[in-house]
């Protein structure tokens, strides 16, 4: 790739930034705490699989040899009150939730199924459910489900798909029927990030509750659920929460609400006295009621080494690294990867959104396939979108101005047609 003088001075300026960003970012120690990736590849996809902690291997392997091997089939102990321990320590460390609010169980669906019918049940009498035609496809499906199983109507609000739910749009679509609105803070398609806050007022004016899915917030965004006084929440642990495939979502519920909400899906490990074997069922007081059965413990003992850098780094700092990232991306996007076809599909606002940057590109699938090609992993939303997602503990400036070059490399080569305009700051 030959570029013109102008280009190839922008790059030199984009390099020099990048070096300076990364000397001054406050987490870069925290680089060396991941697992080594093979032949120089790039993951710009954390809002799908967030990066292995060098920490969980070896954890791992001590829970199978030492818990289970040698330990495990003589008592329950030490993974019985995972799902509550690993709840506790994620609430303090990035939900802002109290302690015995929230538990990990489960998948994120299925939590969401458990707490809409919980939610019905702690505003009985109301007979609308509050969605919106941007959330993604499986909430969509548990909310509608749940809404025809228990006939109520399903009220569903539409999303612009590029800057976000209006809350002028929201306001109109809640009343007093409204049981409870079922929301992402952050959409997984543009990346628009909602008001927490501003949300709950709307929802709470009217007497109905929130039902959030945090997925693509968990991890990413500085979330103070208690000092926002929110509802109900469920959220994967998969993504910038870093618990790996396959660890159990969480679901959290603000504490005085407990007692009023109740889950469908009973169970002993839910049951007052879980190893008395009492019928009928008795739900437990605690947030243990939302619990079913016997917690995947493996698969939750990965949560740890996440949630010890998390903890360690604090919300504060990964959610300003975060922003700053998507920042710089975005400023170089627009000068190496827009002239070439590629359209901004999220809010230009960092304040406005969560961890990735979403675009539009008439042959996005194919366009993610040949990056992964050119060592380059991100996400294909389909049908036309590209998801970027750096990572805020395990990506570096110099490694987004990386993905950058690599994705112009690509676009320039697949759309040659696209080189004619010659307009962009970097030459092309
Ligand atoms: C990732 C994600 C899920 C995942 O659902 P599972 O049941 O855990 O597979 C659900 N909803 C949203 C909004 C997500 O981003």
Do not use: C
């Given at each position: 790739m030959t570029a013109p003088e102008g280009g190839q001075a922008a790059l030199r300026r984009a390099a020099r930034r990048a070096r300076r960003l990364d000397a001054r970012?406050?987490?870069?120690?925290?680089?060396?705490?991941f697992a080594p990736v093979p032949d120089g590849r790039l993951f710009l996809d954390s809002s799908s699989l967030g990066r292995l902690p060098a920490a969980t291997p070896e954890l791992l392997d001590r829970v199978v040899r030492?818990?289970?091997?040698?330990?495990l089939a003589q008592g329950?102990?030490?993974?019985?009150d995972l799902p509550q321990r690993i709840g506790d320590r994620t609430a303090k460390a990035v939900l802002g939730a109290l302690p015995g609010e929230v538990v990990a169980a489960d998948c994120t669906s299925v939590n969401l199924y458990k707490l809409t019918v919980a939610a019905l049940e702690a505003r009985r009498g109301r007979r609308t459910v509050v969605v919106d035609d941007d959330n993604s496809p499986t909430d969509r499906y548990v909310v509608a489900g749940v809404a025809a199983e228990h006939e109520r109507a399903l009220r569903t609000v539409h999303t612009h798909?590029?800057?976000?739910?209006?809350m002028e749009t929201l306001r109109a679509a809640v009343?007093?029927?409204?049981?409870v609105v079922v929301l992402s803070?952050?959409?997984?398609?543009?990346?628009a990030l909602l008001d927490m806050a501003e949300v709950h007022g709307i929802a709470h004016a009217q007497g109905a509750l929130v039902l959030w899915d945090l997925s693509h917030a968990v991890g990413a965004v500085d979330l103070q659920l208690a000092a926002t006084g929110a509802d109900m929440a469920v959220a994967a642990?998969?993504?910038?929460?870093?618990?790996?495939?396959?660890c159990p979502a969480l679901l959290y519920v603000r504490r005085d609400l407990q007692p009023y909400a109740a889950q469908p899906v009973h169970g002993w490990y839910g049951h007052?006295?879980?190893?008395?074997?009492?019928?009928?069922y008795d739900p437990d007081p605690?947030?243990?009621?939302f619990l079913t059965g016997t917690p995947p413990a493996l698969s939750l003992a990965a949560a740890e080494p996440a949630l010890d850098l998390l903890a360690e780094a604090g919300m504060a700092a990964v959610r300003a690294k975060s922003r700053a990232l998507t920042g710089f991306l975005t400023e170089l996007a627009g000068a190496a990867?827009?002239?070439?076809?590629?359209r901004p599909a999220g809010p230009a606002d960092p304040e406005r959104r969560g961890a990735h940057v979403a675009y539009r590109h008439p042959r996005a699938g194919e366009l993610v396939a040949a990056l992964a090609g050119a060592g380059l992993f991100v996400d294909h939303v389909p049908p036309d979108r590209v998801r970027l997602s750096p990572g805020p503990l395990s990506t570096r400036f110099a490694d987004v101005l990386e993905a950058v070059r690599r994705f112009r490399e690509v676009l320039s080569g697949s759309d040659p047609a696209g080189v004619a305009g010659g307009t962009g700051e970097w030459g092309v």
């Open positions: 970012d406050p987490l870069a120690p925290f680089l060396g705490r030492g818990d289970w091997g040698d330990r329950r102990a030490p993974w019985r798909p590029e800057t976000g739910l209006d009343d007093e029927d409204v049981a803070l952050v959409s997984h398609r543009s990346g642990t998969y993504k910038h929460l870093m618990a790996g495939p396959g007052r006295e879980q190893l008395a074997g009492a019928v009928p605690s947030v243990r009621r990867l827009e002239p070439y076809g590629l």
